[in-house]
């Protein structure tokens, strides 16, 4: 009651209890924090434009001391990451330069042609790229999936023993990778997994099943049960409203969850390092490999890496909306 | 259009009885409200119709269907929800359309049917919003729409206008009113808000945990309450219930002066119901009191409302009791005042306060 004779109808109100944004002093703040901002930004920022700008540098550019920061960009490191060359022989040398010439050469075959070199095929690093899609995509598929069943079973029906069926899902999680490696090295030989792409992505699959089934069964409990009542009640299976007034719904969510599967399958090192040699090596491992071959190549690493960072890059872009709305989810709209 | 029949109808869930054994015959065209406080079974029991929960035990005759253990999507009924239910992702014409295409209709007999609808509740040119972008009460229409547009066996309406502003559930309130005129469907509408069901009803089914207390018209809900809980519970303020004690044709109500000689019509039951004398609840409306100077009644003026057209005086009639009148609005009753009374014979009530059931007056030939 105090506190109503106090703000209560019989005093006017003679000061805002709102900030006005308009003072120099909240305009200072508001500055500041931009600045602040602007700095942890650029912080952030310089290892992403060293790899970038290293990725399309020469290799005595890249190590030069001071370093170079006005110099002619070149695709010799991709050159180096994604092709196999040999030192040509004085004759190909002739016929490619020949070529050159003419304007017949490729633009890969020019640049390696500038080191008397010649591409006699794709590199490694392609292939295993190509397993990081195959891999990173297919148990993100397969995850989110499984995950959309399982969370929106967990959410709406009563599952006998459901909190330690949840919590077991969940304390997957709790080994480090590092430390289930060499059992699942075992197991995986001996099922004959080991090096193939079956392998891993049923392996990126059940790590990442845990976050998923998590979070969907988080985003679906936010979806008020009458939705899927009034379906049922219009004419609708089970089924059918889930797939046609559920699922629309959890959108946001199967986005966000499927980003976070696909950063984990995607970036995965150790699992990838201890598991696959030749056929499924995925290109997290074998970006420092190339460390070893005959001195450091800096370019090709950056240009592995940023070729790398590319793809997760364009779909979080693609994702971006339903990323924002699905990571607040429950915390705004309440 | 059909009947709705649940013979010994009950809902557990787990130990706790939501609904307890229940027997309702819902006749076709009727409009019944289950009326009553909230925990009471009333929203289970309209549930149970749907087929969104299932029942314990009992019987559900939807027609001439047994529908007990049938979807709800086999059942053909309509349910309109509180807060809605419409789908978000969608317009509301597709909302509206969705029951019909669950129903496999042509394109031109769903745009037909959506038209027909959409004029009937005056929401032609909301058709391509999505309900986010609706006022509360255009929800409400659209989803009345998507409820009609099917042609179901029954109505069922989950308090429907309880999430909305009052202004507009007065408004709603008679459209509904006036749709089920036109339709001539059987509906069942739950509400706790006994206005509502007085103003809608033809038939108020009151429940209170898990039981239904009284099952009848409005006006025999509200004059003839079958018991002291729908007596409370109907009117607002309720019916006045003051305890006294019943002797030879008078009811007294002790520490007091007050007499009140029973009317013709009540003795005969009054003493079968209490064996000669005793314990017996008076109960009277606060509009059937009559302020008179020589009126067997009198009590102080505790408190007095106006209400806007009449007044309503609180008077203690003795130290525990307290009972409402209503009085002319231009007449000022002092507090502390003495008034005397007298209640009207046909609307003076009488209750046994062991069973706290209605005692009935002898049916005069």
């Known amino acids: 009651m105090a506190t109503f004779n106090e703000v209560g109808p ?69 050159v180096l990451l994604l092709t196999e060359r040999a030192i040509a022989s004085p004759a190909t040398l002739e016929q490619l330069k020949a070529a050159a010439a003419e304007g017949e050469l490729g633009l890969f075959d020019r640049i390696a042609l500038e ?67 060499v059992p699942l090295f075992l197991m995986y030989t001996q ?53 046609r007034i559920v699922l629309p719904q959890a959108a946001t969510g199967v986005a966000a969850t499927a980003v ?11 699992f990838a390092l201890m598991l696959t040699s030749e056929v499924a090596r995925t290109a997290p491992p074998s970006i420092p490999t190339m460390l070893g071959r005959g001195g450091i190549e800096w370019t090709a690493i950056a ?24 990571v607040t989810f429950g915390a705004v709209r309440k | 259009m059909a009947t709705i029949k649940l013979q010994q109808v009950e809902k557990k869930f787990g130990d706790f009885q939501a609904v307890k054994p229940m027997d309702l015959t819902i006749q076709d065209g009727e409009f019944v409200v289950l009326l009553g406080p909230s925990g009471c079974g009333k929203t289970t029991t309209l549930r149970m119709i749907s087929g969104l929960e ?26 309109v929800f509180q807060f809605y239910a419409l789908y978000p992702h969608i317009s509301a014409r597709e909302n509206i359309s969705f029951p019909l295409r669950a129903q496999g209709e042509s394109k031109d007999v769903i745009n037909q049917r959506v038209q027909e609808v959409a004029a009937l509740l005056r929401i032609e040119h909301l058709l391509n919003q999505r309900p986010g972008n609706l006022s509360g009460g255009d929800q409400q229409r659209v989803a009345l729409a998507r409820a009609l547009v099917r042609r179901p066996e029954a109505f069922l309406m989950d308090e429907p206008l309880g999430a909305l502003d009052a202004d507009f559930r007065e408004t709603m309130r008679a459209e509904i009113k006036q749709l089920h005129i036109d339709q001539n469907a059987t509906t069942v509408y739950v509400t706790h808000d006994q206005i509502e069901a007085m103003a809608m009803g033809d038939r108020i089914v009151v429940m209170s945990e898990a039981v239904v207390q009284q099952a009848g018209s409005p006006h025999e809900v509200y004059y003839d ?22 002797s030879q044709g008078v009811v007294s109500i002790p520490g007091t002066e007050n007499r009140y000689s ?15 004398e005793g314990q017996i609840v008076l109960g009277f409306r606060p509009e059937a009191a009559q302020l008179k100077t020589d009126g067997p009644l009198s009590g102080e003026v505790y408190a007095s409302e106006l209400q806007g057209a009449f007044s309503v005086l609180h008077v203690n009639v003795n130290t525990d009791d307290i009972v409402h009148i209503r009085s002319d609005r231009q007449i000022d009753y002092p507090i502390g005042t003495t008034l005397r009374f007298d209640i009207d014979p046909q609307m003076v009530r009488f209750f046994d306060p062991g069973t706290e059931a209605g005692i009935k007056r002898e049916v005069s030939q």
Not at chain 1, 204 to 212: D, G, R, W
Not at chain 1, 260 to 270: D, K, P, S, T
Request: hydrophobic share 50%; net charge neutral; charged share 15%.
């Open chain 1, 303 to 326: 240009a592995g890496s940023l070729g790398f960072l590319i793809p997760v890059v364009i779909v979080v872009f693609l994702l971006r909306n339903y990323l924002l709305r699905g």
């Open chain 1, 191 to 243: 099922l004959e997994l080991h090096d193939t792409h079956i392998g891993m992505i049923l392996l990126y699959t059940v790590f990442n099943l845990s976050l998923a089934v998590w979070l969907m069964k988080g985003f679906f409990d936010e979806i008020p049960t009458e939705y899927e009542e009034a379906a049922l009640v219009d004419g609708y299976s089970r089924l059918q409203a889930f797939f």
């Open chain 2, 225 to 246: 309450p079958a018991n002291l809980f729908v007596a409370r519970f109907i009117g607002s303020p309720g019916m006045n219930l003051v305890s006294s004690v019943y």
């Open chain 2, 262 to 276: 029973v009317p013709d019509g009540w003795q005969t039951p009054i003493n079968e119901t209490l064996e000669g």
């Open chain 1, 115 to 181: 080191s008397g070199q010649e591409i006699t095929g794709p590199s490694q690093y392609v292939t295993r790229l190509r397993n990081s899609v195959i891999i990173a995509g297919l148990s993100t598929i397969a995850s989110v999936v499984l995950a959309v069943f399982a969370g929106y079973a967990f959410s709406r029906y009563q599952v006998k023993g459901k909190n330690d069926l949840l919590f077991f899902i969940l304390s997957t999680r709790f080994l480090p990778a590092v430390v289930v490696t």
């Open chain 1, 10 to 78: 019989g005093k006017p109100v003679t000061e805002s209890s709102r900030v006005d944004k308009l003072t120099p002093r909240s305009r200072f703040s508001h500055g500041m924090r931009a600045i602040i901002v602007i700095v942890i930004a650029i912080v952030i920022l310089i290892p992403i434009f060293v790899m970038v700008n290293t990725a399309f540098k020469t290799r005595p550019e890249v190590v030069s001391v001071p370093p170079k920061v006005i110099y002619t960009p070149t695709l010799e490191g991709f």
């Open chain 1, 260 to 270: 976070f599967c696909l950063i984990f399958a995607w970036n995965e090192y150790a």
């Open chain 2, 54 to 79: 299932t029942v314990t035990t009992g019987t559900i005759m939807l027609g001439d269907r047994n529908v007990t253990w049938l979807h709800p999507s086999e059942r053909d009924v309509a349910f």
